[in-house]
């Protein structure tokens, strides 16, 4: 009966794995992602909500001008007519940007002083932007979800078989 449990867990994971394999646009590496295209923009809707809910949004000058206008250029060469592209410049001492699924895109003022020129700046900008292309996002909620799964059935399988061990993989599988 063991066998027959264990060359079942091994089917339905080789099932999993190849269901949910893609492949990254222009890198065309293998990713595992078990959520949908849209799934993933409801998300990134959502998160772009709460993180501009606290932040102090800089409107009308010069800098906050050039991110959308930048931004706007990378977007037509994206070439991704479903991503619903905002840019906002945000009032923040933090060097750093990043773009949410779906084409939301958030640049601190931090990092403008690195980000001097506007070829500097679309680096930054495309660069993130190129993280919500290739799914980066789904792919690491993904990842989680299968650790959160593997501690799960580890935890049923030596809760049926070696209680005793349950403690020890908990505190080994969380390192």
Not at 5 to 15: D, R, W
């Amino acid at each position: 009966m063991t066998i027959i449990k264990n060359t079942f867990l091994i089917v339905l994971t080789a099932f999993i794995f190849s269901a949910c394999t893609h492949k990254t646009p222009y890198t065309n590496r293998s990713q595992m992602i078990f959520m949908s295209s849209h799934e993933e923009m409801a998300l990134g809707e959502k998160s772009y909500k709460e993180a501009l809910t606290n932040a102090k949004i800089v409107h009308n000058t010069k800098e906050a001008q050039r991110v959308k206008i930048i931004g706007q250029r990378i977007a037509q060469v994206a070439q991704r007519s479903d991503f619903k592209w905002e840019f906002n410049l945000v009032d923040d001492k933090q060097a750093n940007a990043f773009c949410l699924p779906g084409g939301k895109v958030v640049v601190y003022t931090g990092i403008l002083k690195y980000a001097k020129n506007d070829d500097q700046l679309a680096t930054v900008i495309s660069h993130e932007i190129a993280h919500a292309l290739a799914r980066h996002g789904a792919e690491r909620v993904s990842q989680n979800m299968m650790q959160q799964g593997i501690g799960m059935v580890g935890n049923v399988v030596l809760g049926a078989s070696a209680p005793q061990y349950q403690n020890a993989f908990n505190q080994a599988y969380g390192v």
